[in-house]
């Protein structure tokens, strides 16, 4: 073990704790989140986001803070972090309700660190945001709250999450990461930092801008690939083709891109393209193809909608007051993340035509979603029969279902991840 390397990982959740517990393998790491109950959540050993499982966060957690010993210990406390030498930042990076970056989380992590910072540390962002954003707007708070001075004082790097939260296979280890320093020589520390716990090994990018850009590329890339398959799913379902079948059958050459239709939600898809966006209108470039494919898939809820109503309508059933059931209102399959879950655009448009909507997500928290979106959901399958059900969402224990328990005589089954066989509809 390194006795050098003291980490503080500020900002727990998804990114922020698969993280600190893996540099906690090799390294005395203090994992550090303004939210109180994720941190006694935590220190009791529960993971609710589901990425860690309890057995493998309970080896890594620690009851005191060491210096010089391996392991985990969670804090809200900003004088938990003040012996540590490397800050790694992991806070959310949303955006506002006109589509605009909100860098207060940033701002706010970046004084906290600012008033512990002490001559020749470094702070390591790991928060998706547009390229300049750790340069221009958290290193002067970083300067201000600490009254050092940037790359003489102290060192900044930036280091970019690409996890997928309900995956299991592709973790924190086995991802390849990018890393990147405010200058060469500490380009190369934050490099050998990550190259000590990632397996799937680390890219050195020339730069902090080249490191923040390569990022919110990436998830700009799936938003775009996803809107045209999106709108290839709109022309195909007019013309009753299949879009499935022409998927498959496309993607048997060998350089077709196997993207599938679907609800871009979450706060990573969804989001990173507008930040991209801000950034190249600041610049003085109105980027059009990415903001085409925020508004199409943003729409995708709203057609989904429209789509079981006129299945509902050819099956003879009457819209106002059908009783409909959600199969699923998390942002993607086996994650119980609910931020910014498009579902709810289905939901809400399937509520003005007055129908009754039920919710069954095993995985959501209810408490979470009827906080968040005012909807009630329900965690146990119901046993009552619907006259129309939607699958939004494809998590595991949904494929195994029996639909036709469910089923009205003459109901409508709609299935938008193209995953069950025998529906009326898919996306
Ligand atoms: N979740 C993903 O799949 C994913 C993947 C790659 C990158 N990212 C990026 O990583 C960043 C973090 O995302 P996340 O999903 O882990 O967010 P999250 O909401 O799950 O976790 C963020 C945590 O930071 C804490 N926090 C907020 N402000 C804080 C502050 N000032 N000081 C200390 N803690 C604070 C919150 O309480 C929360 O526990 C974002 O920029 C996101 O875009 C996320």
């Known amino acids: 073990m390194n006795d050098e390397i003291r980490i503080a990982v500020i900002g727990l959740g998804y990114v922020g704790l698969p993280l600190a517990r893996l540099f906690a393998t090799k390294y005395p790491v203090v994992g550090f989140d303004i939210n109180k109950t994720r941190v006694d959540q935590l220190k009791n050993g529960h993971d609710r986001t589901l990425e860690v499982d309890d057995e493998i966060l309970q080896a890594v957690l620690v009851t005191s803070r060491t210096a010089d010993k391996s392991g985990l210990y969670c804090s809200s406390l900003i004088e938990d972090i003040a012996h540590c030498n490397y800050y790694i930042i992991t806070v959310p990076t949303p955006i506002d309700k006109n589509n605009r970056p909100d860098l207060n989380p940033l701002y706010k992590s970046s004084e906290t660190v600012g008033t512990v910072l002490k001559e020749r540390d470094i702070v390591i962002y790991e928060s998706t945001v547009y390229p300049g954003a750790t340069e221009e707007e ?21 280091s970019p999450e690409r996890i997928n939260p309900g995956d299991k296979e592709h973790t924190v280890e086995k991802i390849l990461k990018v890393t990147a320093g405010s200058t060469p020589e500490i ?41 045209f398959v999106n709108e290839l799913a709109k022309i195909f379902n007019k013309m009753d083709i299949n879009t499935h079948d022409v998927l498959e059958a496309a993607a048997t050459k060998w350089n077709f891109l196997p993207f599938k239709p679907g609800l871009v939600g979450g706060h990573c898809i ?74 709810v655009d289905v939901v809400r448009e399937l509520q003005e035509y007055g129908s009754k909507i039920t919710i069954y997500d095993p995985l959501a928290s209810p408490e979470e979603v009827a906080h968040e ?55």
Do not use: W
């Open 270 to 343: 969804g989001v990173d393209p507008y930040y991209l966006a801000q950034k190249a209108e600041e610049v003085g470039y109105h980027p059009e193809i990415i903001l085409a494919g925020r508004r199409l898939n943003d729409t995708m809820g709203k057609y989904v909608a429209s789509e079981v109503i006129k299945l509902m309508v050819q099956h003879d059933l009457k819209i106002k007051g059908a009783n409909i059931l959600v199969l699923g209102i998390t942002f993607k399959e086996d994650c119980p993340d609910v931020r910014n879950t498009k579902v």
């Open 373 to 427: 979106y005012g909807l009630e959901t329900i965690q146990t399958l119901p046993t009552q029969k619907y006259d129309a059900v939607i699958l939004t969402v494809a998590h595991a224990p949904f494929l195994s279902i029996d639909l036709n328990t469910l089923k009205n005589e003459g109901a409508v089954v709609y299935d938008v991840k193209g995953v069950l066989n025998d529906v009326d509809g898919k996306l």
């Open 187 to 227: 380009g190369v520390k934050v490099d050998a930092l990550y190259k000590n716990v990632i397996t799937a090994g680390t890219h050195l990018a020339p730069t902090i801008k080249v490191a923040e850009a390569a990022k919110v590329i990436e998830n700009s890339q799936r938003d775009i690939n996803i809107a």
């Open 138 to 158: 958290c290193v002067p708070v970083l300067e201000k709250f600490s009254g050092l001075q940037f790359n003489e004082g102290f060192f900044v790097g930036y």
